[in-house]
């Protein structure tokens, strides 16, 4: 009787957690999304990494997209280790797109290193052409640890 009760409660909450991550997804359905990233017309997006390999260096990242004026965006990103390693790294990539467009295309990028650190941060302010969607990635790296991160679009008028 104890067991079927635990297999009935397993079962309820299952259920449940599909229906409320199957109602996240609707909402999502009509914002339109390229290749991960929504493109929104929000002041600022950051993206927290996701974790690429394992390992005990790396602890995480985080990319960031601000809009400051028109035709102006702050861009970059932080990769933070676990404790002072060898090298520490991070790749910003600035990428742009319509909202008809399928695919993200390239704008900007540069990477910075830190020796016998535990952090590396790097940023910069660009000015950009408006009436498209901005977004950041970063490659994140502690030693041979990696990750990466992403933010969403931003509109930029």
């Known amino acids: 009787m104890k067991r079927r009760l635990v297999s009935m409660c397993l079962a309820v909450m299952l259920v449940g957690g599909l229906s409320l991550s199957s109602m996240q997804e609707v909402r999502a359905a009509g914002k339109k999304v390229i290749d991960?990233?929504?493109?929104?017309?929000?002041?600022?997006?950051?993206g927290y990494d996701t974790?690429?390999?394992r390992?005990?260096?790396?602890?995480?990242?985080y990319s960031k997209c601000t809009k400051l004026a028109k035709g102006k965006i702050y861009?970059?990103?932080?990769?933070?280790?676990?404790h002072v390693v060898d090298s520490v790294q991070i790749g910003v990539?600035?990428?742009?797109?319509?909202?008809?467009?399928?695919?993200?295309?390239?704008?900007d990028g540069w990477q910075k290193e830190n020796l016998n650190m535990n952090r590396v941060t790097s940023n910069r302010t660009l000015y950009v052409e408006g009436d498209y969607y901005y977004r950041?990635?970063?490659t994140h790296?502690?030693?041979?640890?990696?990750?990466?991160?992403f933010t969403d679009g931003i509109y930029i008028d």
């Open 36 to 46: 991960g990233s929504e493109l929104t017309h929000d002041e600022e997006s950051i």
């Open 51 to 53: 974790k690429i390999t």
């Open 55 to 61: 390992g005990e260096d790396l602890m995480t990242g």
């Open 75 to 82: 861009v970059g990103g932080t990769t933070i280790a676990r």
């Open 93 to 107: 990539l600035v990428e742009r797109a319509k909202e008809e467009d399928t695919e993200w295309s390239y704008y």
């Open 136 to 138: 950041v990635r970063c």
């Open 141 to 149: 790296a502690a030693n041979s640890d990696v990750s990466s991160s």
